[in-house]
């Protein structure tokens, strides 16, 4: 059975950082997507970063700049690098992984930035 576990949420200031993981595990066969998401009290998820393939990533526009994308196909982990973050960035993050046609969520991480 297929896994992900996230880490690295927590508290910050506003201009500080974090550093969010995300580790699957058990056989998760041909990924297809591998992105974090983020959902802010009383609003939809929405796509924070994301890639098909290793050599371009999507970005949201209002996180372009501050927030770095990367992944370890050979891991099946998934990174975000959290930079000059906002009190708009706070939400909880997951992230999410397609494979074999199949979407995995993370737990789910509490990123919350103070001004």
């Known amino acids: 059975q297929v896994q992900l576990v996230e880490s690295g949420g927590g508290l910050a200031q506003a201009g500080g950082s974090l550093r969010l993981s995300c580790a699957a595990s058990?056989?998760?066969?041909?990924?297809?997507?591998m992105g974090w998401y983020r959902q802010a009290p009383g609003k939809q998820r929405e796509l924070v970063a994301g890639s098909t393939s290793t050599t371009s990533t999507n970005y949201a526009d209002s996180v372009k700049g501050r927030f770095t994308f990367s992944r370890d196909d050979a891991k099946n982990t998934v990174y975000l690098q959290m930079d000059s973050l906002k009190p708009e960035d706070t939400a909880v993050y997951y992230c999410?992984?397609?494979?074999?046609?199949?979407?995995?969520w993370g737990q789910g991480t509490q990123v919350t930035v103070s001004s």
């Open positions: 058990g056989s998760i066969g041909s990924i297809k997507f």
């Open positions: 999410n992984i397609v494979a074999d046609w199949k979407t995995y």
